[in-house]
Structure formats: structure tokens, C-alpha cells
């Protein structure tokens, strides 16, 4: 009888997809133009309605998440619900992120503290209470629909984590006007600093993304980093602030 021949196996290449759940992947073409779309309509429309103040804050972010959530429920290829509501975790891991989310920003406390001391126009109050809502309900939403289910999804479906990490991060970060005016006025200090704090941000979102596959947690992440941002002139307000009629 013949020996017995072995055949050795070629070694089996990992897929770029691997450990990514076929709920979160996104077709590569159409995220690819739909975040970009979105993304330069977004810099349009805060452009004509710069600088946007109350009432005309909470309308575009809200006109913005509904452009994304109608974006996402175009796809045939997963469903938005199973997206945002895969591997949700347990109360103390959401608790913990959220304490996080507050000690990221917590530096806001005495930058924007003065902004609510002393005199005040009649809509102060509604002005920074809209602003609460669109940055700590509304934007978070939004952007991590946008940031982490769309771009990051799209680009993490084709190319893997390491790009997709690179590409989603840089977008996020430089997407945000708040960094722009400091370079204008000579702020050079704290344009690092929030350059720092939102690259930090946003690193933290897509690590959470990636090793907890959570959208509703990075959520939870993003609006607690934002409540120093926008509660912090009222806090300011209830310390020593006054309202002035016209």
C-alpha cells in the first residue's frame, strides 16, 4: 500500500470583518456617499444659520437627526433598530461611562461659569435650556448615528478596525465648529486644549463602539460629556445671575 500522503493546508486568512456583527456592517458605497452627504450639508446649513442660538439650535439638530435615521432605514441590509439596540450592557457599565463622560468636560466648569454671572437678557434661560436639549439629547444621537453606526460601521465593514478608527476620528473631531473660532481670535491655548479634549472624546466613543458594540452606550458617553458644556452658564446663572428687561 502507498504511503500515506498528508496534505498540508494553506494557512486561512482572517477576514477583514472579523468579529464585526453583520447587524452593525454597512454597504460600503452608499455609507460611504450618505455620510458624506450628510456631513456637507451639515457644515451648509450651520453655515446660513450660524451662529445658532436657542430655539434655531434645537430645530436644525433635530431636522439633522431626522435626515440621518432616514439615511439609516434606507439600508436592506440591517435593520436601525437591531442596530442601536445589539449588545446593550449592564447598569453599572452604563453608569460608569456616564461618570466619564463627566469628568472628560469637567474643565468646562470654570471656563463657561461666568457666562451666566451677572446681568442677563429675558430669554437667557430658554436660550441655554434649548441648548441643553439640542447638545446633551439631541446631538449625541445624532452624531453617533451618524459618527459611529454610519461612518465608522461603513469603513470598519471594508477596511477593518485600524482605518476605520483613524478616518472616523479625524472626521469627528475637525467636524466640530467650536474648534475654529479660537484659531481665529488667537486662542491658540485653548484651541489645543479642546482639540485635545475632543480627540480624546472621540477616541473613548469608537473604543467603546468597537469592544462594547453598543451604540445606546456611546450615546449615554456623548451626552454626559456634554452636560459641563451647556448646563454650566446656567449654574453660573443660579449663582449669580440676574435677568434685565428691555
Known amino acids: 500500500m502507498a504511503p500515506e500522503s498528508s496534505i498540508e493546508e494553506a494557512p486561512k486568512t482572517e477576514s477583514i470583518q472579523e468579529n464585526w456583527p453583520p447587524a452593525l456592517q454597512v454597504p460600503l458605497a452608499k455609507g460611504l456617499i450618505w455620510s458624506c452627504l450628510i456631513?456637507?450639508?451639515?457644515?451648509?446649513?450651520?453655515?446660513?444659520?450660524?451662529p445658532p442660538r436657542g430655539f434655531v439650535n434645537v430645530?436644525?439638530?433635530?431636522?439633522?437627526?431626522?435626515?440621518?435615521?432616514?439615511v439609516l432605514v434606507q439600508f436592506g441590509r440591517f435593520e436601525?433598530?437591531?442596530?442601536?439596540?445589539?449588545?446593550?450592557?449592564p447598569?453599572?457599565?452604563?453608569?460608569?461611562?456616564?461618570?466619564?463622560g463627566i469628568g472628560l468636560t469637567a474643565y468646562y466648569l470654570p471656563l463657561n461659569f461666568w457666562e451666566g454671572l451677572g446681568a442677563?437678557?429675558?430669554?437667557?434661560?430658554?436660550?441655554?435650556?434649548?441648548?441643553?436639549?439640542?447638545?446633551?439629547?439631541?446631538?449625541?444621537?445624532?452624531?453617533?448615528?451618524?459618527y459611529r453606526g454610519l461612518l465608522y460601521g461603513t469603513i470598519r465593514t471594508k477596511y477593518g478596525k485600524f482605518k476605520a478608527y483613524v478616518i472616523s476620528i479625524s472626521i469627528f473631531v475637525f467636524r466640530h465648529k467650536r474648534l475654529w473660532p479660537y484659531i481665529i481670535e488667537g486662542y491658540w491655548d485653548l484651541f489645543?486644549?479642546?482639540?485635545?479634549?475632543?480627540?480624546?472624546?472621540?477616541?473613548?466613543?469608537t473604543?467603546?463602539?468597537?469592544?462594547?458594540?453598543?451604540?445606546?452606550?456611546?450615546?449615554?458617553?456623548?451626552?454626559?460629556?456634554?452636560?459641563?458644556?451647556?448646563?454650566?452658564?446656567?449654574l453660573g446663572f443660579l449663582y449669580g445671575g440676574y435677568i434685565v428687561s428691555k
Open 120 to 146: 442677563q437678557p429675558p430669554n437667557f434661560v430658554f436660550q441655554y435650556l434649548y441648548l441643553f436639549i439640542g447638545g446633551v439629547i439631541l446631538a449625541p444621537i445624532e452624531e453617533e448615528l451618524l
Open 192 to 205: 489645543l486644549l479642546h482639540l485635545i479634549t475632543l480627540t480624546v472624546l472621540a477616541y473613548f466613543l
Open 39 to 50: 456631513i456637507l450639508e451639515g457644515v451648509i446649513v450651520w453655515r446660513l444659520v450660524s
Open 59 to 70: 430645530l436644525m439638530q433635530g431636522l439633522h437627526l431626522l435626515l440621518v435615521l432616514f
Open 207 to 234: 473604543y467603546l463602539y468597537e469592544s462594547k458594540r453598543s451604540l445606546l452606550l456611546c450615546m449615554a458617553f456623548h451626552s454626559s460629556a456634554n452636560i459641563n458644556v451647556t448646563i454650566t452658564p446656567l
Open 91 to 100: 447598569k453599572r457599565v452604563f453608569f460608569f461611562w456616564i461618570y466619564a
Open 80 to 89: 436601525l433598530k437591531k442596530m442601536v439596540s445589539y449588545a446593550i450592557p
